[in-house]
C-alpha cells in the first residue's frame, strides 16, 4: 500500500502547499428590485451588481429551492413559470455561466438573448404583482476548516466528508478567481506537474452547472477514488 | 463528548455539523440577545426555544428576553401584525401611546443588557421602538420580521418604518415580503427543530391514543390543519371545502386544531366563528389545546392522510414544514412563504379557494401511492432546507457578514 499517513510531515515538491480545505456560506440579500414584464428583466439586467447575477446562476445549489429539473437558472425558470414564454426560458437555459470568463460578459449574453425575444415579440408578456422577479443578492462568507490534504491520494478519503459549503467554494466559486477557470482541486493537482493528467481530466468532465453540490460532491469523490486507486 | 448540536448529526449528515462548528468559532464569545413578545405559543417563540441552547453550545453567548405589555398592547399589536399583513385597521393615537410607554418600560427594565449586547435581534413589530429608546448601543441592531409584510397598510407601515429604518438590518423570510429600507435587507426563512415534541418520531401507539382521545377514527381518511384561531389561516374556508368534498368521500374527517399564543387577544371570536360553522358535524373536530400541547400536535399532523394550511397570509406556514416532515402531502394556500414550500404535483397543492382545496382533497385521496410519492419528497426538502441547522448557518452567516461591514466577500482568513 502506498498511502501515506497524516501522521508525519510530509516532503513537498518545492512550491507545493498543501490543500488548505475552506467552506463558505452565502446570505442573501433582498435588491428591492422587481420585474414585472420581459422588459423590465432586461433593463434592471443592464444595472443589476455582477454579485444578483451570480446569485440566480449559482446561488441556487445554496439555497431553499426546490429543484427545477428544466431551468437551472432563475431567469429561465421565471420566464417558464411566470411569463409563460418557453421561448425565452429555453435559450436562457442554455446559458452555461461556467463558459464566460467574466459575470460581465454573462450579462451582456443575458441581455442579447432578451433583445432579442424582445425585438420577435408583438405584445411584452407580462405576470401579476406576486409573481415578479425579484432580484436578489448575497454576500459570501469564506472561512477556514481544520482539514488539510498534504498530497493528492488523499483526496479520495477526504472529499466525501466535505461540507457542501466546502464542495461550492473549491469546485464551483473557485472558477470566478483562478486563472483559467480552474477548480481548487484541478488548480492544485496541476502543482503536480503531469503527474495527476487523469484524475484532472475526470474532475473536468464533471458538469458543475446541471446538478446540486451532494452529486457533485458523489461525482469529484467517485472521480478521486478511481483515479487514485493504483497511484495516479 | 457528545454536544448538543451534535445529536442532530443522524438528521442532517456529519458534514452540516462540522460547517456549524467551524461557522460558529470566529463568533465566540459573542454576546447576542433575541427579544420578542411572548415565551409560548407561535412560530417565533418555538424557533427562539431551540435556537437559543443551540447557539450557546456552540460557543456563542446567547440570551432571549420577552417584552411584557398589558391587554391594550397585545391589542395594539394584533393590529399592527393585521395591518402589516394588509388588513385595514385604526389604530388610535391612544393605542399608539400605550406601544411607546410599553416599549420605554420594558426598553429601561433591560437597558444594560441591551447596551451590552454584540449583537440584537428584535423580532417583529412589538419591541421595535427599542431603538430608539436604549442609546450608547455597542453591537449591531437587526429588525427580523416574520410577517408577510408584502402589501402592508400604508398607515400602519409609515408609523412602523420610522421606529425600524434607523436599524443597522433587517431580516424577512421572503424577498416578497420586504419593504424597501435604508439598510441591508437579509433573506432567511425560518424553520423546524426534529428534536422537539412536535416533530419528533412517534410511536404508533401513542398517535392512537392521541386520536382515541378525540374520537377519531384511524381507519378513515383525515384532513388535519393546525393554527392560530385567526381568521388569515381561513379555518372557515377549511370547513366549507370539507363541506364541498364530504358527499364524495362520506368517512371523511377533518381536525382544526389550534393553540392561543398569549399575544394573539382576537383567538376567541375566530374559535367561536369556527365552531358555529362547523356546527353538529360529527366528523369535525376543533380542538383549542394548550400552547405547550406539542405531542398531541405532533401526534395529529402524523395521523393526518393530508394536512391543511389553506391560509389567506401566510408569514411562512412553519405548520407545513411540520407536515411535510412527517412524509405529509400539503394542500396550502397559495400565498406568502407556502408558496416556498409547496410545489405542485410534487409536495403537495398549492389553492386559491374553498373549491379548489376540495377538488385537491378528492382527488389526492384517490391516489394512494401518489400520496405517499409526495410525502417522501416532502420530507426531503424540508430535510435540505428548512432544518433549525440551516437557520442557525444564516444567522451566523449574517452575524459575521454584518460584523466584517456587510462587503459581498468576507474572507475571515484575510482578515487576521
Known amino acids: ?96 455561466p461556467a463558459q464566460f470568463q467574466s459575470l460581465e460578459d454573462l450579462r451582456s449574453a443575458l441581455i442579447d ?49 466535505l461540507s457542501l459549503g466546502s464542495i461550492f467554494y473549491h469546485f464551483i466559486d473557485a472558477r470566478r478567481r483562478n486563472p483559467d477557470s480552474l477548480d481548487d482541486f484541478r488548480s492544485w493537482l496541476l502543482s503536480f506537474g503531469s503527474s495527476y493528467q487523469n484524475t484532472m481530466l475526470g474532475v473536468a468532465e464533471i458538469d458543475p452547472y446541471f446538478t446540486n453540490l451532494t452529486t457533485l460532491r458523489t461525482n469529484l469523490s467517485e472521480v478521486f477514488s478511481k483515479s487514485m486507486q493504483g497511484g495516479v | 463528548m457528545s454536544s448538543l448540536i451534535e445529536s442532530y448529526a443522524p438528521y442532517t449528515g456529519d458534514d452540516v455539523i462540522n460547517q456549524l462548528q467551524e461557522l460558529a468559532r470566529p463568533l465566540k464569545g459573542l454576546r447576542v440577545v433575541h427579544v420578542n413578545s411572548t415565551k409560548e405559543g407561535g412560530g417565533v417563540a418555538e424557533i427562539l426555544h431551540r435556537m437559543i441552547p443551540l447557539m450557546n453550545d456552540l460557543g456563542i453567548d446567547t440570551s432571549w428576553e420577552v417584552l411584557e405589555g398589558n391587554p391594550d398592547f397585545y391589542q395594539l399589536t394584533k393590529m399592527f401584525h393585521n395591518g402589516m399583513q394588509g388588513d385595514q385597521v385604526q389604530i388610535s393615537d391612544k393605542l399608539l401611546k400605550v406601544y411607546e410607554e410599553t416599549n420605554r418600560q420594558n426598553a429601561e427594565r433591560l437597558r444594560d443588557t441591551l447596551q451590552q449586547a454584540d449583537v440584537v435581534f428584535i423580532h417583529d413589530p412589538q419591541p ?110 377549511v370547513i366549507q371545502a370539507f363541506g364541498l368534498a364530504k358527499p364524495f368521500i362520506p368517512g371523511l374527517q377533518l381536525v ?71 412524509r405529509k402531502p400539503v394542500i396550502g394556500g397559495n400565498t406568502g412563504g407556502i408558496r416556498l414550500q409547496v410545489i405542485n404535483h410534487h409536495t403537495g397543492f398549492l389553492v386559491n379557494s374553498p373549491s379548489g382545496a376540495a377538488m385537491r382533497i378528492r382527488s389526492m385521496l384517490k391516489n394512494q401511492e401518489k400520496l405517499s410519492e409526495m410525502g417522501v419528497k416532502a420530507q426531503e426538502f424540508v430535510r435540505e432546507n428548512f432544518l433549525i441547522t440551516r437557520h442557525m448557518r444564516e444567522y451566523m452567516t449574517l452575524m459575521l457578514s454584518l460584523v466584517h461591514g456587510s462587503k459581498h466577500r468576507i474572507d475571515l482568513n484575510k482578515n487576521k
Not at chain 1, 434592471?44 to 426546490?66: D, K, M, N, Q, V
Not at chain 2, 382515541?212 to 389561516?233: A, G, M, T, Y
Open chain 2, 256 to 326: 382544526l386544531a389550534g393553540g392561543g399564543a398569549s399575544d394573539d387577544p382576537e383567538g376567541q371570536l375566530v374559535l367561536e366563528e369556527v365552531r358555529a360553522a362547523a356546527m353538529d358535524e360529527s366528523d369535525i373536530h376543533v380542538l383549542e389545546l394548550p400552547s405547550d400541547a406539542h405531542r398531541t400536535i405532533n401526534a395529529l399532523q402524523r395521523a393526518a392522510t393530508i394536512v391543511i394550511q389553506k391560509s389567506l397570509k401566510e408569514g411562512f406556514g412553519l405548520t407545513v414544514t411540520e407536515g411535510m416532515w412527517k
Open chain 2, 128 to 237: 421595535a421602538a427599542f431603538l430608539k429608546l436604549i442609546d450608547d448601543r455597542k453591537g449591531k441592531w437587526i429588525w427580523r420580521c416574520h410577517i408577510d409584510a408584502s402589501k402592508p397598510n400604508r398607515q400602519v407601515w409609515k408609523y412602523l418604518r420610522e421606529h425600524v429604518k434607523n436599524y443597522d438590518a433587517s431580516v424577512f423570510s421572503l424577498a416578497a415580503f420586504a419593504q424597501p429600507l435604508p439598510h441591508p435587507i437579509y433573506l432567511i426563512p425560518p424553520s423546524i427543530d426534529p428534536l422537539t415534541d412536535k416533530n419528533i418520531e412517534l410511536e404508533e401507539h401513542e398517535i392512537r391514543l392521541v386520536l382515541e382521545r378525540f374520537n377519531i377514527d384511524p381507519e378513515r381518511p383525515l384532513l388535519v390543519q393546525v393554527s392560530r384561531f385567526d381568521r388569515f389561516k381561513d379555518p372557515v374556508g
Open chain 1, 113 to 161: 438573448i432578451l433583445d432579442e425575444r424582445i425585438d420577435e415579440l408583438d405584445v411584452l408578456p407580462t405576470t401579476n404583482q406576486d409573481k415578479q422577479f425579484e432580484f436578489i443578492s448575497s454576500d459570501i462568507v469564506v472561512f477556514a476548516t481544520k482539514r488539510i490534504i498534504n498530497e493528492p491520494s488523499e483526496l479520495k478519503q477526504v472529499v466525501p466528508g
Open chain 1, 1 to 96: 500500500m502506498n498511502k501515506k499517513t497524516k501522521t508525519g510531515p510530509v516532503q513537498f515538491k518545492r512550491g507545493i502547499q498543501p490543500f488548505m480545505v475552506r467552506d463558505c456560506a452565502l446570505i442573501a440579500l433582498a435588491t428591492g428590485k422587481r420585474a414585472r414584464t420581459m422588459k423590465e428583466l432586461r433593463d434592471y439586467l443592464e444595472t443589476i451588481a455582477p454579485e444578483s447575477i451570480y446569485y440566480h446562476f449559482w446561488g441556487s445549489l445554496l439555497r431553499p429551492r426546490f429543484e427545477d429539473p428544466e431551468y437551472h437558472n432563475d431567469f429561465a425558470s421565471w420566464c417558464a413559470h411566470s411569463l409563460n414564454d418557453q421561448v425565452a426560458a429555453e435559450r436562457l437555459a442554455v446559458v452555461d
